[in-house]
């Protein structure tokens, strides 16, 4: 994504000018854009005429809008949004106060104002516009008649294909129905790779399976490289890396990140850090429990304590229709940034980010044990008559 200008006022009102030139941008801008924000784009809208004999056509012509947001729809596998509004801008096609839908174009420029923008907006378009933070991983998981091809940038886990196909048993003194079978979907899953992954950008392709099916299928993809003379698979036989994983399906994403072979090849990406932060919450949990919390009530404690030394987070949280409930967690993330805690925000897109949303969403390694009166919250609560949905136990 390109940043184009931005204006923010010390009350922490102002707008951003953006272009988006990927599809993952799209998933950023999802994640800024909150109702009642304001956004002016370019878009196509069909205008009926009346001409001098009555005859009444409709033209469709670009003009600019700038609406007031209610509704936003994001298609992850499109990678397409769509923001829903009223216009609020003064326009000869469009009247004050009508709805109209705008689709985000990639490479068109749009403006989003807001009247706060909070640390969490702000550091998500810091993101967005690093070059140097693209994705460069992609993964394939397999089983026998069974493929998903991945791409997992910093932020999403995209499956770009999922390969089915049946393959018929092996029979006693014939294997050529079975031996046919496998050759197809080993072809289907060879041109998913060439259609799908692009070598150009990608550093690391991960092939994992049960049993041998990555290898036999890596032998039959090299061969058939050879045979075709394609260049750009055999040049890059370095970057397929074999695991084994107990099954072909997505959810086997989780297995691969946690791989040593992968860890040491994704060492600087974000998701490998995200991994490792997950990974260290569950032994705390296990080996000293005080010192791992999650649920926001808990975590809260532990924030007003100054006993955070990691936070985990997911970006879902602050996607929170009410306004209130996103400024309590954009207030954890600025009061445990205070404390110098290490602040970790997860996408609910990743592999990672799907396991801490099985914890509430927000979870914390302290630096030292924290001991909370279980009872003494109890009766706080009840005499509060309000609980708050998020808390759970802690660990």
């Known amino acids: 994504m390109k940043l184009l ?19 993952e941008d799209m998933w950023h801008i999802y994640n800024l854009i909150q109702k009642e924000d304001q956004l002016e784009a370019s878009t196509v809208r069909g205008v009926k005429s009346e001409t001098s004999t009555g005859s009444v056509s409709t033209d469709r012509i670009r003009l600019k809008l700038t609406i007031s947001i209610e509704d936003v729809f994001f298609d992850v596998q499109a990678g397409a949004l769509r923001i829903n509004g009223r216009n609020i801008a003064e326009n000869k096609f469009v009247g004050f106060g009508q709805y109209h839908t705008l689709d985000l174009e990639m ?11 909070d640390l969490i907006s702000l550091q998500r378009i810091k993101d967005a516009c690093d070059i140097t933070r693209q994705a460069d991983v992609a993964a394939v998981t397999m089983q026998e008649g069974l493929a ?3 791409l997992l940038t910093q932020f999403m886990t995209v499956v770009r294909q999922k390969i089915e196909v049946p393959i018929p048993r092996k029979r006693r003194g014939s294997t050529t129905n079975y031996e046919k079978g496998v050759q197809r979907f080993y072809e289907q899953i060879y041109r998913g790779i060439k259609q799908h992954i692009d ?15 990555r290898d036999q299928f890596f032998e039959y993809m090299m061969a058939q490289a050879a045979k075709a003379e394609d260049k750009t698979t055999l040049e ?12 072909g399906h997505k959810g086997a994403l989780e297995e691969v990140m946690r791989d040593p072979q992968i860890k040491a090849r994704l060492a600087d990406t974000k998701a490998a850090q995200e991994v490792k932060a997950i990974d260290s919450f569950y032994q705390m949990l296990n080996n ?4 791992a919390f999650y649920g926001y009530a808990d ?22 229709a009410d306004i209130p409930t996103r400024k309590k967690f954009v207030q954890l993330v600025e009061d445990s940034q205070a404390t110098n805690a290490e602040v970790l925000v997860f996408s609910s897109l990743h592999v990672s980010g799907e396991q801490l949303n099985q914890l509430t969403g927000v979870a914390a390694i302290l630096n030292f044990p924290l001991i909370i009166d279980s009872d003494a919250e109890a009766s706080d609560d009840e005499s509060d008559g309000d ?8 660990g």
């Open 387 to 394: 609980k708050d949905p998020l808390t759970p136990s802690s």
């Open 199 to 213: 070598f150009s950008v990608v550093k690391v392709v991960i092939l994992g399976s049960p049993g041998f099916v």
């Open 299 to 320: 975590v809260r404690k532990a924030a007003d304590n100054g006993a955070i030394g990691t936070l985990l987070v997911t970006d879902e949280l602050f996607r929170a």
């Open 236 to 247: 890059n036989k370095a970057k397929f890396v074999l695991v084994h994983t107990s099954s």
């Open 288 to 291: 000293n429990p005080d010192r």
């Open 148 to 150: 998903v091809i991945c």
């Open 107 to 117: 490479n068109q420029p749009f403006t989003l104002s807001k009247p706060e923008w």
């Open 5 to 23: 200008k931005q204006f923010i006022e010390k009350s922490r009102a102002g707008y951003v000018r953006l272009i988006p030139e990927q599809p």
